[in-house]
């Protein structure tokens, strides 16, 4: 057999390492230390346990969750369904909660995007939050066409299960909640405040409408609209102006604009 080119013998130690079965076998030298196989093993092996550490890296509370074992079954399946398709090992595990929820594991897959939602909030550019002065300085006039603009560092989340206790608990190496599952799905907030610091909290259903409103870019007067399910119109816009100065205490927006 003809030494294949460099670039030829790469493609075929790629494939070989994310899907086996390959035909380098030939090429490689064996001897009484190692066959040719074994040495071809340890780079494969090496490579799953690498990309098994960075899920538990990534997933540190579904791991305590699932347990050693079961993280290892998950994580292997997941291997083998999404081989790694990016430069970076950041990004490897994003498929990971709807890849449980495929798999019908409703609590891991919750747990796993609570998960990866922090790791967005973490890695979220730093941006400025916007002062309340700002606000304070509009002209009343100029507030229904106000449209306010979310900090990059904000993710919302929609979750039946007591995923957030989990997840205290795991980081705080205490024992586990027992899982529970509410009969409607409550919403969350994560985002970085403006000290750095990661926070999550739940909204009820109205402050929840709003925020989903106001951040999809629509105008204070259609968020004062929709309070409208909850509140009295006259009280409609008083009521979102309280919204407004939690979200700005708890540093949410970077911004507004004008329509």
């Known amino acids: 057999m003809s030494a294949p080119r460099l670039a030829q013998l790469q493609r075929r130690f790629q494939a070989q390492i994310l899907r086996g079965g ?13 066959a040719a196989e074994v040495r071809l093993a340890v780079y494969t092996q090496a ?4 990309l098994l ?3 538990g890296n990534d997933y540190p509370a579904l791991r305590r969750l699932l347990g050693k074992a079961g993280f290892e079954r998950a994580g292997k399946a997941y291997i083998d369904a999404h081989p790694s398709d990016t430069p970076s090992v950041r990004w490897f595990g994003r498929h990971l909660p709807s890849f449980l929820e495929q798999r019908a594991e409703p609590l891991a897959a919750e747990l796993a995007r609570f ?12 941006e400025a939050p916007l002062a309340l002065s700002v606000v304070a300085a509009l002209a009343a006039a100029q507030w229904p066409a106000m449209c306010l603009l979310p900090r990059a560092c904000v993710q919302r989340l929609e979750l039946h299960w007591n995923v957030p206790a989990l997840f205290q608990a795991a980081a705080g190496g ?7 599952r509410a009969a409607a799905a409550v919403h969350w907030l994560l985002w970085r405040d403006g000290a750095g610091d990661i926070r999550w909290r739940s909204l009820r ?13 629509s105008p204070f007067a259609a968020v004062c609209e929709r309070l409208c399910q909850w509140v009295e119109a006259d009280s409609a816009p008083l009521h979102a102006a309280g919204l407004l100065k939690g979200w700005l205490a708890d540093a949410l927006l970077a911004g507004l604009e004008q329509t």
């Open 22 to 34: 390959g035909d380098l076998q030939a090429l490689v030298h064996g001897d009484a230390g190692a």
């Open 47 to 50: 490579y799953r346990l690498r």
């Open 53 to 55: 550490e960075v899920l």
């Open 115 to 126: 998960e990866w939602c922090k790791g967005l909030v973490f890695d979220a550019p730093d």
């Open 174 to 180: 205490r024992r586990l909640p027992r899982p529970r």
């Open 205 to 217: 259903d109205d402050e929840a409408a709003a925020w989903d409103l106001a951040a999809r870019g």
